[in-house]
């Protein structure tokens, strides 16, 4: 290893330690006693966590020098834009069935598995030529069938376990992820399947005096996924759809006596959370074989960016989708074996500091 | 009333008493496990694999029973489990296999670190509530799997430890299944009665008061922060106890076990049986872990070696090619049928049962005792006529 | 350095103060229960004796003819059990003569045999009971038996009598040694906490004598908003003493700062426990303030659902188990006897509160005037000094509410406890109320008796809008 790992790790410690303190200092002495003020330690809390992610990615930055930071930035692009796809999922889900969903992951695999038996089967009998056409005919295939199954899961059995407690559900969840990993192998065969590449193509470039190169699939996928993203926040944000889901969000009864066709609002969230899924496991499965547990990781790093950024907003999860893999992956230089424990390490601290996420609001209670 | 009828009556009383003493369940749990265990003594074939099933069970059944008391009782959700597992496992590994400490001293060791890994999980959760706690229990969990991995001279990473041989008052000795089961049927029972203890008494009564209404809880003199640190601590030692009992009977670890998986069923398995109840979390842990180990992965129908299925192949000989296809694929299929199995079981009992199976056994045994009155009833007119 | 060292020692007063009091409460509870039992016990087993005795004579008594009740009965009991097999049968026969009316020949041969048999089985009976026919002998048997039996009779409650005696003087011995041992110990640290003069002159000055509870210039804002406005009141120990106010005056906010569910902006809550200690409840955690005396209900009832009624009432008392935690991972004998005494505790407050038929119910589906009771009753649990009351009336009827101003009145004499209530209810207030404090917007506007307050214009303009 030519980085110097000692420096870069007493460094680290010394930030963290000093940010740990800051906090400390700030929440028990300058609000609690000095300015009596509880309502800015939110404030204060975000600026001091922020400030140590931005301190960290800087002494990164400066341990490892333009060209493997930016490298490494630009290697987990897709990465990142899988990651934030899925965390969606779960989030979308999370607010509208107030359950922590489980099966995300199997009903992207099970998504990507039709895409690629619509490649290999159907679209090749079609004699469609282009690579990239047959690409994006397979994921579409994917992620209407991942929809319709998000669909039929709510209308069929979410819908019905309404009045069960949230980790009841999260155990129906857990109950289907069983089923559709036991249905898979019946269904698509113990064959090796495999989805077709979008492109396969390097592209190479010079900024700052280095040559990057980034694979084209990592930047279509981007595009695709920052595509979907904004479409469905400007729905979340301006469709009557996306007031139902916010509406729903903080209380389903009351939108319910209020007109908001909650079921519909539901199975919808349901049907597009799949959909968002069925698109990441198409992106994170191009050029390997498919298999029934690909998402498990993602599923569990989806869950730590949501709980990073706080399940109570939209844009605190993709947030927190930014910063594990970039995290995780610029560690990796100076300790490739510890990387992802020392990630969720810092998330656990950073939870700890804020219970709520990033971007989490507090609901006040009454005795 | 006389004075015979009288002493009639205080004889049934005793041995109702003693059948519904509330342990008396516990020891005939214990007994048939023994009795099997017997059976095989005398030459009954009972296949290694369902012994090693009920051995395997009986420890999940420990680890849940912890659980249950979290989740059920103190009302916390916590995915963590696996990776405490995982460190009893690890705990008594390396502790004997390298340093060659004695197993009781290993359990004292064991039952202290849980209590402080306890601890610690408890101050968490007290800023974290919820689902949040379950996926930062979660995160923990995932943490300590890379350890696993990761701290290959403890753990003989991603290979497995192994162990063969156990210390006992300063010998090594082989470890005999036969004995193991034995004491694990005793340390089966004892748990299990100090679990019940748990629940009844005044520490039970404060954690489901806690569960139920926090605010109320406080109000009555219940201290959050003592009654949230001793579930975990509770549930903790349970869980490395039992990772140390499934080392010493199965005699290999490996961190592939110990990920979220693992964590999911026992929760899978507490939720189905019913989480506050024992022989719920007895019924559960059986049909999610035992029904799969004892019952899906023994069936063989494959044609070339399963005896009858060849017999009745052999019946049709016109459709020998299809009937042999058919079997063939059918036994491909049928470890994958236990997920399917089980996971429909969990979607069905949470839908329609939300206490578990328990809560079915008790409704059902209602409702047949109500069919047995209607049915007599009906008898009883037919034989005597309607009630003048 | 010589003060904090002065506060380390009073705090550990402090504590050997309360647990040797909390161990001789328990001994004193205890004594007599176990008497109590143990008596129970012994009769118990003098009347096993009694009917095994009883038991054995039976036939010897009926082999000598000697009249008996007992004897009278068993005969009633058997002939009774051969009747009612025999109206049985009947009856199936009837069943079968009408499905088979045409068989009438049959019908009567059976009916005749039926009744035949039931004559036969009777004599049998009677036979069993008759006398024997050598008479003398079997009185001489039965008498010499009857001598032998008695004197096992004798001895075996003379066994268990010295037996119980035994116990008793044990018990007696080993309670007054406790209480020997502990009660010097207890006058021993109580003087050196008087030598300390540990009296704080602040806080005695803040509380006058007989006052419970005080509020000095209370204040709660939330952001902006000022729930609670420099209140200052005190409650007299002993009475019952209502809060009323407006919607949003602040009234449960004034609770939630006593019990410390929130901790308040600035001001002080001053409480005097039943050793007359003067305590500055800012200090306390919402946990330790039942342990004082102070306990409370909520506005809307907030019972354990999982548990049944009695258990429910156990949950207050949970502080005041002795019993260590390895002593309730093994169901200690110590953990069972008090429980015990809880259970028998819990009983009596609930006879009291009319309750009993309730005890091992769910409270889930019970009306809510019993819930509401039920939490009344789980609060005398504690044996407190001050009940705090939120809205007690709410969610009542008429008749309900009347039976309510009883049951308080009743708490406050029979179990000496201040009574501090908020209630919207004004027919309830001013009936059971010896003193009325009226907020509005967080701030003191008026109090008094009762009657003063109906007669005060700025409650009644805080209360209908300006002039009215």
């Known amino acids: 290893m030519f980085f110097d790992s000692v420096k870069f790790w007493n460094t680290f410690y010394i930030i963290t330690g000093v940010t740990v303190f800051l906090f400390l200092f700030v929440d028990f002495v300058v609000i609690r006693k000095i300015l009596k003020k509880p309502s800015k330690r939110d404030l204060a809390s975000n600026l001091i966590v922020i400030g140590w992610f931005i301190a960290i990615v800087v002494h990164l930055h400066a341990s490892l020098g333009n060209f493997f930071f930016f490298q490494t930035l630009f290697d987990k692009m897709l990465g990142i834009s899988v990651l934030a796809l899925a965390t969606t999922g779960i989030v979308l889900i999370f607010k509208t069935s107030i359950t922590t969903n489980f099966a995300q992951g199997m009903l992207a695999t099970f998504g990507v598995y039709v895409a690629g038996i619509v490649s290999m089967r159907w679209a090749q009998n079609t004699g469609i030529s282009s690579v990239f056409q047959l690409a994006m005919i397979s994921m579409i295939a994917g992620a209407i069938v991942a929809f319709l199954m998000g669909v039929a899961i709510d209308v069929f059995i979410i819908r019905k376990s309404k009045y069960i407690t949230s980790i009841g559900k999260q155990m129906i969840t857990m109950g289907l992820v069983l089923v559709i990993s036991g249905i898979i192998p019946v269904i698509f065969g113990i064959d090796a399947i495999s989805v077709p590449r979008i492109s396969s193509r390097p592209i190479s470039f010079e900024w700052i005096g280095w040559n990057f190169t980034v694979s084209e699939h990592a930047l279509y996928g981007m595009y695709i996924s920052v595509g979907l993203l904004v479409v469905l926040f400007t729905a979340l944000r301006f469709t009557k759809w996306g007031l139902g889901v916010r509406a729903t969000a903080s209380n389903e009864i009351v939108a319910g006596m209020m007109g908001v066709n909650t079921k519909l609002i539901t199975a919808l969230s349901w049907g597009i959370a799949g959909a968002l899924g069925g698109v990441a496991a198409f992106m994170l499965a191009q050029g390997g074989t498919l298999s029934a547990g690909m998402m498990v990781s993602t599923q569990v790093n989806g869950f730590m960016a949501a709980i990073l950024g706080g399940f109570s907003s939209f844009i605190g999860p993709i947030v927190g989708a930014f910063m594990i893999p970039i995290l995780s992956n610029l560690i990796f230089y100076f300790s490739p074996l510890w990387q992802n424990a020392i990630v969720y390490l810092l998330v656990l601290l950073i939870v700890l500091a804020k219970p709520l996420g990033l971007f989490g609001k507090r609901i006040a209670k009454k005795v | ?388 | 350095m010589a003060k904090i060292d002065k506060v380390i020692v009073q705090w550990f007063l402090h504590h050997r103060i309360k647990q040797l009091e909390s161990k001789i409460l328990f001994e004193k509870d205890y004594h007599p229960f176990f008497k109590e039992d143990k008596k129970e016990q012994h009769l118990q087993k003098c009347q096993r004796a009694n009917q095994t005795m009883q038991a054995s004579l039976i036939q010897p008594m009926i082999q000598a003819g000697k009249p008996s009740d007992d004897i009278a009965s068993l005969l009633a009991h058997k002939l009774q059990k051969v009747r009612t097999r025999y109206y049985w049968k009947n009856r199936s026969l009837q069943q079968w003569y009408s499905r088979h009316q045409e068989d009438n020949a049959q019908y009567q041969e059976r009916k005749r045999k039926l009744h035949q048999a039931l004559l036969e089985a009777e004599t049998k009976v009677r036979n069993q009971f008759e006398p024997s026919t050598d008479m003398e002998t079997a009185n001489a048997v039965y008498e010499t038996l009857q001598a032998k039996k008695r004197k096992v009779y004798d001895k075996a409650c003379e066994r268990s009598l010295a037996k119980f005696d035994q116990k008793m003087k044990q018990a007696t011995k080993r309670h007054e040694s406790i209480l020997s041992k502990l009660e010097p110990r207890l006058q021993k640290f109580e003087d050196k906490l008087l030598q300390l003069d540990t009296s704080n002159s602040q806080l005695e000055a803040a509380l006058p004598e007989g006052v419970v509870l005080k509020l000095d210039k209370l204040s709660m804002h939330f952001g902006g908003l000022k729930a609670v406005d420099q209140l200052s009141f005190e409650v007299k120990r002993g009475e019952i003493f209502g809060l009323i106010g407006p919607n949003g005056a602040g009234k449960t906010t004034v609770f939630n700062c006593i019990t410390r569910f929130y901790k308040q902006t600035s001001g002080n809550v001053y409480f005097r426990n039943r050793y007359m200690e003067p305590l500055n409840l800012s200090k306390f955690k919402v946990h330790d303030v039942i342990k004082e005396g102070i306990v409370r209900t909520f506005q809307n009832v907030e019972l354990i659902w999982e548990l049944n009624v009695i258990e429910n009432l156990l949950v207050a008392v949970h502080t005041q188990y002795r019993s260590s935690f390895f002593g309730q991972l093994f169901n200690s004998s110590r953990l069972r006897k008090e429980e015990q005494i809880m259970r028998q505790k819990a009983m009596k407050i609930l006879a009291d509160l009319e309750l009993s038929h309730y005890a091992y119910w769910y409270p889930l589906g019970l009306p809510y005037g019993i819930l509401k009771k039920v939490e009344l009753a789980r609060t005398l649990m504690v044996n407190p000094d001050l009940i705090i009351l939120d809205e007690p009336a709410a969610g009542l009827n008429d008749i309900e509410t009347v039976a309510l101003q009883k049951t308080i009145r009743k708490i406050r004499d029979e179990y000496n406890a201040t009574i501090f209530l908020v209630e919207h209810d004004m027919g309830l207030v001013m009936e059971v109320c010896d003193t009325v404090c009226a907020i509005s917007f967080g701030k003191l506007l008026a109090i008094g008796t009762p009657k003063q307050i109906q007669q005060s214009t700025v409650v009644r303009e805080a209360y209908l809008g300006g002039e009215a």
Not at chain 2, 75 to 83: E, M, V
Not at chain 2, 117 to 129: D, T
Not at chain 2, 181 to 188: K, S
């Open chain 2, 1 to 388: 009333m006389n004075s015979l009828s009288l002493i009639r009556q205080k004889r049934i009383g005793q041995l109702k008493s003693l059948i519904h003493h509330p342990y008396f369940g516990f020891l005939v749990v214990g007994a048939l496990l023994l009795f099997m265990q017997g059976l095989r003594a005398a030459g009954v074939n009972i296949s290694i694999t369902v012994m090693r099933t009920f051995g395997l069970t009986m420890i999940y059944v420990i680890i849940g029973l912890g659980f249950s008391i979290l989740l059920g009782y103190a009302g916390l959700a916590s995915l963590g489990t696996a990776g405490f597992v995982g460190i009893g496992t690890y705990l008594v590994g390396y502790l004997t296999t390298k340093m060659g400490f004695p197993i009781y001293i290993i359990i004292i060791i064991s039952i202290l670190g849980a209590i402080l890994i306890g601890l610690i999980i408890g101050f968490i959760s007290l800023r974290i509530e919820g689902m949040y706690l379950a996926i930062i229990t979660l995160g923990l969990s995932e943490i300590l799997n890379e350890v696993f991995k990761n701290a290959v001279e403890f753990t003989n990473g991603t290979n497995g430890l192994n162990m063969s041989t156990i210390v006992f008052f300063g010998t090594f000795e082989v470890i005999n299944i036969e004995t193991i089961f034995t004491a694990l049927v005793f340390i089966l029972v004892l748990v299990m009665v100090i679990t019940f203890n748990i629940m009844k008494s005044p520490t039970g009564r404060a954690m489901l008061a806690m569960k139920n209404s926090e605010s109320a809880a406080q109000a009555m003199g219940v201290s959050i922060l003592k009654y949230r640190l001793m579930a975990f601590m509770i549930a903790t030692v349970y869980a490395v106890v039992g990772g140390v009992l499934y080392m010493t009977y199965f005699g290999f670890s490996i961190p592939s076990s110990w990920g979220l998986a693992f964590s999911l069923n026992i929760l899978a398995a507490i939720i189905v049986g019913g989480s506050r109840s024992i022989y719920g979390v007895l019924l559960g842990t059986f049909m999610i872990f035992g029904l799969d180990m004892a019952v899906f992965q023994t069936i063989n129908v494959s044609p070339t070696q399963n005896a009858s299925v060849a017999a009745f192949i052999a019946r049709f000989p016109e459709h020998t090619e299809q009937l042999s296809e058919f079997f063939r694929s059918l036994n491909g299929a049928i470890p994958t049928m236990s997920y399917i199995f089980n996971g429909v079981l969990i979607i069905i009992v949470i839908m329609f049962y939300p206490g578990g199976l328990y809560q079915l056994v008790i409704t059902l045994k209602a409702k047949i005792s109500k069919l047995i009155s209607k049915v007599m009833k009906k008898v009883k007119v037919y034989r005597y006529g309607e009630d003048r």
